[in-house]
């Protein structure tokens, strides 16, 4: 397992812009998968976007695809989402999980791929 930090969040309006990252320790950073998901009051938590290793596979739910990009920087340890057109649905807590117990993989939509969890930041859309 790997800690994972992440920081990025606060309050925007509808229609604003907001770029989430998460520091991530280790030195296995560039063998695995990360993923974002969220979870907002009262719902279950799902899956927002994942990006492979390499970066260069990376996959979206359908409620965010064109809105929002995922991508990593191996040489830093970090992943980043940035978040554009945010609408008030988006309003969640975002948490970054890693994938560490599968090397050289293919990004993943389901939970229960990662291992490792951050603890969160607060994400809020004003309308």
């Known amino acids: 397992q790997v800690q994972l930090v992440e920081s990025g969040g606060g309050l925007v309006q509808a229609g604003g812009s907001l770029r989430l990252s998460c520091a991530a320790s280790?030195?296995?950073?560039?063998?695995?998968?990360m993923g974002w998901f969220r979870q907002a009051p009262g719902k279950e938590r799902e899956f927002v976007a994942a990006i492979s290793w390499s970066g260069d596979s990376t996959i979206y739910a359908d409620s965010v695809k064109g809105r929002f990009t995922v991508s990593r920087d191996n040489a830093k340890n970090t992943v980043y989402l940035q978040m554009n057109s945010l609408k008030p649905e988006d309003t969640a807590v975002y948490y970054c999980a890693a994938d560490t117990r599968t090397t050289w993989g293919d990004p993943s939509r389901s939970a229960r791929r990662y291992d490792s969890w951050g603890q969160g930041t607060q994400v809020t859309v004003s309308s």
């Open positions: 280790g030195r296995r950073f560039s063998s695995y998968s």
